[in-house]
């Protein structure tokens, strides 16, 4: 099965007042390594200037997404509305930032020669 590409919007970022008070520290504001708004789009590897620890978060549904998502029953009738998309956050208890995760039709590039 070839891979494709799955674009990742960041939909928001978002910050947790309550605990932030309780646990941050004096000052902390949503996550500044990410913006509404902003696309990137991934295969097999993180996105330039994507956040590590958002991709930590979200890669295994990028790659279940970038392998054909939409026969995964995980995304759809279970938890998403439509198939081949997912919604899903960053793992930043105190700020995390939410994105949409969509396949696409674009050929992913893989950087190398395939063994054959």
Not at 38 to 56: I, L, R, S, T, V
Request: net charge negative.
């Amino acid at each position: 099965m070839a891979m494709n590409k799955v674009r990742i919007t960041v939909l928001k970022t978002t910050l947790d007042e309550e605990l932030a008070e309780e646990y941050g520290v004096p000052g902390l504001q949503a996550c500044p390594m990410m913006r509404a708004g902003q696309e990137f789009y991934a295969d097999y590897a993180k996105p330039e200037g994507f956040c590590d620890e958002a991709w930590k978060a979200v890669y295994q549904y990028v790659f279940a997404l970038a392998h054909g998502g939409d026969g995964f029953a995980f995304y759809h009738d279970d938890w998403m509305r439509e198939p081949g998309c997912a919604i899903v956050s960053c793992n930043d208890g105190l700020r995390p930032v939410i994105m949409k995760l969509e396949a696409t039709d674009l050929p992913a590039e893989l950087g190398y020669e395939p063994v054959r």
